[in-house]
């Protein structure tokens, strides 16, 4: 039963280090990629022994699944919830007849934003300082099918 539950907890363990590994090397620098990294090349060498212990390859299979479903599902949800909203722009180009619609749905929705008309077009320049407004935008956009193009801010 030790054997069952260490198989267990070490494949969840390691499926969660395995994932922050991944992220961590795009996300972090050199010195936090390098220590998750060591961390879970370490950890997974144990798993590695793990994997020719006596238990059935049926049962092996199906925790290193489980363990990967729920480990990495878990570990995103938690990226997910720490993101931090930044303020993206969102400039499109919009035909002469989709004007009224997009301003005053945009202006209901109390979106920011300004236009400029460029002859044939408007370029509308929206400001989404959230996730959800950046939704709305997005939607609101493929509705009149517009070309668009998103900026994301950056500190100076």
């Known amino acids: 039963m030790n054997l069952i539950i260490s198989f267990i907890v070490l494949n969840i363990i390691n499926v969660v280090i395995q994932t922050v590994k991944s992220i961590a090397t795009i996300k972090c620098g050199k010195l ?3 220590i998750v990294n060591a961390v879970a090349y370490g950890l997974y060498t144990v798993v590695v022994v793990y994997m020719v212990c006596e238990l059935p390859l049926w ?3 199906l925790v290193i699944a489980v363990a990967n479903l ?5 570990v995103k949800w938690v990226e997910e919830k ?3 909203d930044k303020l993206w722009k969102v400039e499109a180009t919009i035909e002469k007849e989709d004007f009224d619609k997009i301003k005053d749905t945009a202006k209901s929705l109390g979106l920011s934003y300004n236009f400029v008309d460029i002859k044939k077009y408007y370029l509308f320049n929206f400001y989404c ?3 959800k407004e ?3 935008v997005k939607g609101l956009l493929n509705s009149v099918n517009a070309k668009y193009f998103v900026n994301e801010s950056k500190s100076l």
Do not use: D, H, L, W
């Open 70 to 74: 729920i480990g990495v599902y878990v």
């Open 134 to 136: 950046s939704e709305m």
């Open 129 to 131: 300082p959230t996730q």
């Open 82 to 84: 720490n993101r931090k």
């Open 59 to 61: 049962f092996k299979v």
């Open 32 to 34: 936090v990629a390098a």
